[in-house]
Structures are given as C-alpha cells and as structure tokens.
C-alpha cells in the first residue's frame, strides 16, 4: 500500500475518533490521558498491552509476507481455528508428557494445521484462479463451523459442561508465564525471536524475489521465478504463523479449546500488517499501538465517566474498515495500472 494511501487511511480515522469523542460530550486531552494510562501507566498495564500485541504481532508477520507476494490473506481467522484444534488433538492423543516434549509438540501441530489450511486458497487460485479474498473468507466460515461441530462431538468435554468446549489441557501442555505482572507468557520470548528471523529476512534475496513477484509478476517469470512455488509457500508461512498464534491462545491464555478460541485475531493481523506497511519493527509498533486501543479503553471509562470501555472495540473495527477500503482501491489501481501497460507493450 502507497504510503500517501496509509496516511489518508490513518488521518481519517484519526479524525473520526476525535469526531466520536467530541460528540460523547468529553475532552480529547482527558480521553487520551485516560487511554494511557490504561495501557501503560502502571506495570500490570504495559504487561496487558504486551501480551494482547503478541499473537497480533505473530499473525502480521505471516500475513506481512503474503502481501509482499501480492496477495490479501485474510483467511488468519480461520488458520488460527485449525492450528489450535490441531494442537488440541495432538496433545489430548499424546497425553501428559513432559512439557518439554508438550511444548513444541502443540507448536508443530499448531503450525501443521494452520499451514495446511491455507493451501486452500493457494491451491485454489493457481488451479481455478479463484479470488484469495474470497476463498479465505469461505475457509473462515468453514473452520468455524468445523470448531463447533468438534467441540459437540468428538472434542466435547467428557467431564460435561454447560457450553461448548474441549477438555483443558494437562498442566505440561500449558505454556509458562514470565515472572512479570500480568498474563505475559513464555511464547512472548519466541514471537521476539521470530522478529529478528523476520528483520534478516525482510534484506534477503528471497525477500527481493517475493516482492518482484508481487510488484511485476511478468518480471519475475521472465526470471525463471515460479508463480506457484512463490504461492504456496508464501500462504503456508502465513498459515503456519497463524496456526502457532492459535496454539499460543490455546495453550497460553485459555488452557481448552472453545468456540471464540481465536478472538478475532486473524482479522486484526491483517491491520496490523498494513499499519507496519510489511516491516517487522513497523509490525511490533502497530501491535502495540492497536493492542493499546483494547487495554487503554478501560483506562477511557475510567477518566472520563461518560465513554464506556467498547470504545476500544468501535475504534479498532473502524480501523479494520479503512484498512479493507484502503486494500482494496490499491488492488484496483494496480489492476488498472497493469492493464495499461499491457495495452501499451500490446501498440508497441
């Protein structure tokens, strides 16, 4: 996305978040010292708002390098459904272990599901030229309706319970916590280091060749670069990254899977990825800013008395809005762009 398009983008917002605020009859200066203080004003806070941005972070690095291959993933909703029943599955087959044989057995099942569950929409765009807009969101409904057929059935608790949900995981399963106040876990340490893999890749030549490929896919197959190898593995690694984060809220935040296991996340991911316009340091700081609107709101209601706590979730959807609008009138302007010149290679 152009960065004059991600600036509109974010102004607007901006300004209709202040247009809200004003209209709820309180101070924009009061709403944001109220905001952070409730996402950074005391230790507790600040752990809170890390551990909301670290998934998000996880999901907009996979996401991030789908779209430098020129396409729009939004099927990280769905992934992350898969990668957790994954996990679930393997590690209530395995039984208690020892959490150092738990731990990276969820990881790996987390990633095998949500890696799988993308080629779906790979797949159905290389063979069917089928929209990868469209084919993500349709796996989305699907993995949600696989979850809740699962959990009525065959993931049920057998220990019954009143609502939908799997057994809790045995207490290895369970990722530790970081010795800091708040719900911070140990995976937070991983997704950091994931980070830094992301920084050396974002240099790389492989990165290089993704972006041609995004940016003048005709350049690249003049290259030699293969369309299909560049799909398929660019949506498994955003897959698999959506698939761990799946496992990371089952087994360090809920402890058992239940039908709002991925709390809509995957979709967030996608905003995230733009905000960060693709770049890893850019990914951490749009988390944690949009992480913030979740963990500030409460500090919102707090300081003002009159805006309730959902301002945080009206704030972030409007987000999630602008950000598809955005994506899609680049979309269109980089189809227009490429049609023109293949009129013009075509009366040259």
């Given at each position: 996305m152009r960065r004059r398009t991600l600036t509109v983008v974010t102004a607007c917002v901006v300004l209709g978040m202040a247009l809200l605020v004003a209209f709820a009859g309180s101070d924009v200066p009061v709403v944001l010292a109220g905001w952070w203080r409730g996402a950074f004003g005391t230790p507790y806070n600040?752990?809170?708002?890390?551990?909301?941005a670290t998934p998000l972070v996880l999901v907009a690095?996979?996401?991030?390098?789908?779209?430098?291959?020129?396409?729009?993933?939004?099927?990280?909703?769905?992934?992350?459904?898969?990668?957790?029943?994954?996990?679930?599955?393997v590690l209530h087959?395995?039984?208690?272990?020892?959490?150092?044989?738990?731990?990276?057995?969820?990881?790996?099942?987390?990633?095998?599901?949500g890696g799988l569950w993308s080629l779906l929409s790979g797949v159905l765009l290389l063979r069917w030229r089928v929209n990868e807009i469209l084919s993500a969101l349709l796996a989305d409904y699907l993995a949600i309706e696989l979850l809740a057929y699962l959990l009525r059935t065959a993931l049920r608790d057998p220990g019954g319970a009143a609502t939908p949900q799997s057994a809790p995981?045995?207490?290895?399963a369970l990722i530790p916590r970081l010795p800091v106040p708040g719900r911070l876990h140990v995976a937070a340490l991983v997704?950091?280091?994931?980070?830094?893999v992301a920084l050396w890749w974002h240099h790389s030549r492989i990165a290089f060749i993704v972006d041609v490929h995004g940016q003048r896919p005709w350049l690249a197959?003049?290259?030699?670069?293969s369309p299909a190898s560049i799909v398929l593995s660019t949506t498994a690694v955003s897959g698999a990254a959506a698939g761990l984060a799946g496992w990371m809220q089952l087994?360090?935040?809920?402890?058992r899977l239940h039908p709002g296991i991925s709390a809509g996340i995957g979709f967030s991911g996608l905003v995230v990825a733009v905000l960060g316009r693709n770049h890893p340091v850019g990914i951490v700081v749009a988390a944690i800013a949009f992480a913030s609107l979740t963990t500030g709101a409460s500090g919102v209601q707090i300081a003002t008395g009159t805006i309730p706590a959902s301002i945080g979730t009206v704030a972030q959807a409007v987000l999630l809005l602008a950000v598809s609008v955005a994506v899609v009138l680049t979309r269109r302007n980089v189809a227009v762009r490429r049609a023109q010149r293949k009129d013009d290679r075509a009366v040259a």
């Amino acid at each position: 996305m152009r960065r004059r398009t991600l600036t509109v983008v974010t102004a607007c917002v901006v300004l209709g978040m202040a247009l809200l605020v004003a209209f709820a009859g309180s101070d924009v200066p009061v709403v944001l010292a109220g905001w952070w203080r409730g996402a950074f004003g005391t230790p507790y806070n600040a752990v809170q708002t890390l551990s909301y941005a670290t998934p998000l972070v996880l999901v907009a690095l996979g996401v991030s390098v789908a779209l430098r291959a020129g396409m729009v993933m939004v099927g990280a909703e769905g992934q992350m459904i898969v990668g957790a029943v994954f996990a679930t599955v393997v590690l209530h087959g395995v039984g208690p272990v020892h959490s150092l044989l738990a731990l990276p057995l969820g990881a790996l099942a987390g990633m095998a599901g949500g890696g799988l569950w993308s080629l779906l929409s790979g797949v159905l765009l290389l063979r069917w030229r089928v929209n990868e807009i469209l084919s993500a969101l349709l796996a989305d409904y699907l993995a949600i309706e696989l979850l809740a057929y699962l959990l009525r059935t065959a993931l049920r608790d057998p220990g019954g319970a009143a609502t939908p949900q799997s057994a809790p995981l045995f207490e290895e399963a369970l990722i530790p916590r970081l010795p800091v106040p708040g719900r911070l876990h140990v995976a937070a340490l991983v997704v950091l280091g994931i980070v830094l893999v992301a920084l050396w890749w974002h240099h790389s030549r492989i990165a290089f060749i993704v972006d041609v490929h995004g940016q003048r896919p005709w350049l690249a197959a003049r290259l030699g670069v293969s369309p299909a190898s560049i799909v398929l593995s660019t949506t498994a690694v955003s897959g698999a990254a959506a698939g761990l984060a799946g496992w990371m809220q089952l087994a360090g935040v809920d402890g058992r899977l239940h039908p709002g296991i991925s709390a809509g996340i995957g979709f967030s991911g996608l905003v995230v990825a733009v905000l960060g316009r693709n770049h890893p340091v850019g990914i951490v700081v749009a988390a944690i800013a949009f992480a913030s609107l979740t963990t500030g709101a409460s500090g919102v209601q707090i300081a003002t008395g009159t805006i309730p706590a959902s301002i945080g979730t009206v704030a972030q959807a409007v987000l999630l809005l602008a950000v598809s609008v955005a994506v899609v009138l680049t979309r269109r302007n980089v189809a227009v762009r490429r049609a023109q010149r293949k009129d013009d290679r075509a009366v040259a």
